[in-house]
């Protein structure tokens, strides 16, 4: 594919070419040729002032949208544009996703005078921040912790299914399957760990309004941190509900 810069030269040859030979050659060919290369370089300096202005007014929604995710670190690459028409007003230009400018962007430029042109300007924006990786491979059902990880500099831009920014953030969870090294961690491949599984015999600590008492008791359900389960209080053999509140451990109210 030729450059940009080789397709205008390219350009400005064969509008001087057509503009000598349309002429005839002798003072009306020199002037044609002078004009030829006059709108030619009008077309060259509009075009440039125009990716001037794309480039600044990505700067400004990108680096805005950066700063929500807490990253100034970003990089914006345009491609060149194709030669652009006179505008006698600010050209205006719309994003193809002005609430997540990051990833692959189109920018549209509009202008209404003196004849109305739409134009498309394409990028590719990344947005960087430090996510968490697994330092080694983590095997599936393994409680992680924050030894097991690492950050890396990452770009957002096609996480789709979100990230971690803190290894504390992990710190107690369990892995849903097998994590190789340097896989960036999404929530998708955790979850709390089942601190009471099926069978398992417990401790039920029971409230009776201002009294405390505890007891035995096995678990009719598995449960993480928080999950009302089912239990059989082995005293008196009655099936109750309780909330998971750590290891082998539940809490209930009478």
């Known amino acids: 594919?030729?450059?940009?810069?080789?397709?205008?030269?390219?350009?400005?040859?064969?509008?001087?070419?057509?503009?000598?030979?349309?002429?005839?050659?002798?003072?009306?060919?020199?002037?044609?040729?002078?004009?030829?290369?006059?709108?030619?370089?009008?077309?060259?300096?509009?075009?440039a002032k125009t990716e001037r202005a794309v480039k600044h007014y990505l700067e400004q929604n990108v680096r805005h949208y950066a700063a929500t995710l807490g990253s100034r670190d970003y990089t914006i690459v345009l491609q060149p544009l194709s030669d652009i028409p006179a505008c006698d007003a600010p050209v205006s230009q719309s994003l193809s996703d002005p609430l997540q400018p990051v990833g692959r962007l189109t920018v549209t430029l509009e202008c209404q005078l003196p004849t109305y042109w739409k134009a498309r300007a394409k990028a590719e924006v990344a947005i960087y921040r430090q996510l968490v990786v697994a330092k080694n491979t983590v095997n599936r059902h393994q409680t992680i912790t924050p030894a097991m990880l690492s950050l890396k500099r990452s770009d957002v831009a096609y996480l789709r299914h979100g990230y971690f920014t803190t290894k504390e953030a992990?710190?107690?969870?369990?892995?849903?399957?097998?994590?190789?090294?340097?896989?960036?961690?999404?929530?998708?491949?955790?979850?709390?760990?089942?601190?009471?599984?099926?069978?398992?015999?417990?401790?039920?600590?029971?409230?009776?309004?201002?009294?405390?008492?505890?007891?035995?008791?096995?678990?009719?359900?598995?449960?993480?941190?928080?999950?009302?389960?089912?239990?059989?209080?082995?005293?008196?053999?009655?099936?109750?509900y309780a909330t998971v509140v750590g290891p082998q451990k539940v809490r209930t109210q009478f």
């Open 1 to 47: 594919m030729q450059s940009t810069t080789k397709r205008k030269g390219h350009f400005r040859s064969e509008m001087v070419l057509i503009a000598a030979l349309m002429a005839g050659g002798g003072i009306g060919a020199t002037s044609a040729v002078q004009a030829a290369t006059r709108h030619i370089d009008h077309v060259t300096e509009t075009t």
């Open 170 to 240: 992990l710190a107690g969870l369990s892995s849903r399957r097998k994590i190789v090294a340097g896989k960036i961690i999404s929530p998708k491949m955790v979850e709390l760990p089942e601190l009471v599984q099926r069978n398992d015999g417990v401790l039920i600590e029971a409230t009776f309004g201002k009294m405390n008492a505890t007891m035995k008791g096995v678990a009719l359900e598995s449960g993480v941190m928080g999950d009302s389960i089912r239990v059989r209080n082995l005293s008196s053999q009655k099936e109750i």
